[in-house]
């Protein structure tokens, strides 16, 4: 069995890949490898802060490692929040905040057309960077409709949809959500890999 780090403590995603993998591979969390240090998260993209993180686990743990880097650009917003979307708010402020924050700034916009991003990053001994990336097209509402998800998914409307990702069961998001396709290209690499051993 082939040991691969992914540079997360999010459980929930952990547990997912895990799921999906199956027996090939022992996906082991920043918590398993010893790993409490603040990652820098300094690039200017999806796939650099992605690679950024991959990077650190490679060069100061060793291990073969995935990351992943997400967010939602808005086109009304020059394609902000993008890679601040955590933040948008400011530090130390939650969804709600971020939430507030997007209505505000589209007020008034007709044009609410919005995606959601993921990139992959994946770092094995002797190879180049691999990216795997995944994205959803949809509209901003005017307001959060659904309870369901985190983030920004009260407020997106895949399209072709007329619910919001908050309104979605969790297989319903995950069969369109940008990192559902970006897990699901990961996953079919890494399991040509794992046919090769
Ligand atoms: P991360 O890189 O996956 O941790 O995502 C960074 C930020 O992007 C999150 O804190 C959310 O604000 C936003 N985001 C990413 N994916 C989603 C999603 O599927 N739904 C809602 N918000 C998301």
Known sequence: ???????????????ELREILGEGFEVLGLADIGCHDDI?????????NALLKASFVKEHYGYDCI??????????????????SARYAGEGHDSAANNARLL?????????????RT???????????RFFNGSVEGEITTE?????GFGYDPLFRPEGWSKTFAQATPEEKNAVSHRGRAVRQLVAYLSTLSQQL
């Open 104 to 116: 505000r700034e589209l007020e008034g916009k007709s044009d609410r057309h919005a995606r959601f």
């Open 144 to 148: 959060p409709y659904g309870e369901g």
């Open 40 to 48: 820098p998260e300094t690039a200017d993209s999806f796939e650099g």
């Open 67 to 84: 990351a992943d880097d997400s967010g939602l650009e808005v086109d009304a917003l020059g394609g902000a929040p993008g890679i601040y």
């Open 119 to 129: 990139a992959i990053a994946l770092l094995t001994d002797g190879s180049e960077p």
């Open 1 to 15: 069995m082939r040991q691969i780090v992914f540079a997360s403590n999010n459980t929930h995603k952990l547990r």
